[in-house]
């Protein structure tokens, strides 16, 4: 099952049952033959909003407590490099998760090896098709679905050949005050940014009238 936009958009709750979960229900059998033993699949959890990088530290640790190495083999929080502009003008490389909210995981799913991801601090559930209960009320448990190798291919890809992009904390409509030049202790609002110039435009209210004024980014300051 390719994992789409939508997908990643999906909540699961916490209350999902913890209901017994075997490879055959996760992986088809003619699937299954495909497989190596060797490389596992791919799956996608979902988990507290900026907790990314803990559960990666807990689930790593809890894979050697509990002895799962050879069934959990990889734990990875996609990035892309970008570059931060200060208000100084001085630049900070940073790096931007792909899927916030997401960890992707590879590993062979059984039991156990899934019990482990699942109750990880911070680990909210897999990403999957739910299983209705079959009786009573309430939800049933999420069964986890393998990404597909093009999907897998194409989120790697993604990270690995996307150039840095130029961030800044300004856009259309904020409201600045400008801190020097012939402006200076003007306010106005943005118009316009231009990371790869360092430059924003913005209409700056001069002698009674609205006027587009271009301004470099250390020359204004946002006001909250």
Request: net charge negative.
């Amino acid at each position: 099952m390719a994992l789409t936009a939508d997908d990643f958009n999906d909540g699961f709750n916490d209350d999902v049952e913890s209901a017994d979960i075997s490879s055959a229900d996760v992986v088809d059998e003619g699937e299954a033959q495909a497989i190596s033993e060797k490389q596992g699949r791919w799956y996608a959890v979902q988990v507290a909003s900026g907790c990314e990088n803990r559960v990666k530290l807990n689930l790593e640790q809890r894979i050697k407590t509990f002895d799962v190495a050879d069934r959990v083999f990889q734990i990875e929080i996609p990035q892309t490099p970008a570059v931060k502009l200060r208000k100084d003008g001085s630049r900070q490389n940073i790096e931007e998760k792909v899927f916030p909210g997401y960890v992707l995981v590879r590993m062979l799913m059984d039991d156990e090896a899934w019990s482990v991801v699942k109750n990880t601090p911070h680990v909210i559930n897999f990403v999957g098709a739910e299983q209705r209960r079959r009786y009573g009320r309430g939800r049933g448990h999420v069964k986890p679905m393998p990404l597909s190798r093009a999907e897998v291919k194409r989120i790697f890809k993604r990270t690995e050949e996307q150039k840095p992009v130029v961030k800044i904390d300004m856009a259309t409509g904020d409201k600045i005050l400008v801190l020097s030049g012939p402006f200076k202790d003007f306010e106005g609002e943005v118009i316009e940014v231009s990371p790869e110039r360092h430059k924003l435009k913005a209409l700056l209210s001069i002698f009674g009238r609205d006027t587009p004024v271009e301004l470099e980014f250390n020359q204004v300051q946002k006001e909250s």
